[in-house]
């Protein structure tokens, strides 16, 4: 299977929120439960300024590619100001957290070794 999406081709899939993630939300691309892929996993996300994807963990490795806007990412306690155009790898188990501290909406894809979104297990650190 290969397979091309956007987030235009996901207009009609309702964004995801949670209030543990204060200004965020975010929508599935590639995954098990919507397009019947499987090995990876990636959605797309937007942080508001002043949002915050707070600090948690969870058992498979993750990339974030950013896209759009400028951010501090929290590297289990250690932070760095991240920007368009970086990509972020995030060890299995590692805590971390990304936090829109520009005027700008912060945009980011990320990927799992996941077939879906839906088996990775949020842990709130
Ligand atoms: O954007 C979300 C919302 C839970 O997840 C992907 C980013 C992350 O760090 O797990
Ligand atoms: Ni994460």
């Not at 400028?70 to 368009?84: A, P, R």
């Amino acid at each position: 299977m290969i397979c091309v999406k956007n987030i235009e081709s996901v207009a009609d899939q309702k964004w995801s929120s949670s209030e543990k993630y204060p200004g965020v939300r975010w929508k599935f691309l590639i995954d098990a439960d919507f397009i019947g892929s499987s090995g990876l996993s990636a959605g797309f996300a937007e942080i508001s300024p002043g949002g915050d994807l707070t600090l948690h963990h969870h058992a498979p490795a993750e990339l974030y590619v950013i896209t759009n806007g400028t951010g501090i990412l929290n590297k289990s306690g250690e932070l760095e100001q991240i920007k368009k155009g970086d990509i972020v790898y995030i060890s299995a188990d590692a805590n971390h957290a990304l936090k829109n501290n520009g005027p700008d909406t912060l945009e980011f894809y990320w990927i799992f070794p996941t077939d879906r979104f839906s088996e990775v297990e949020y842990i709130s650190a």
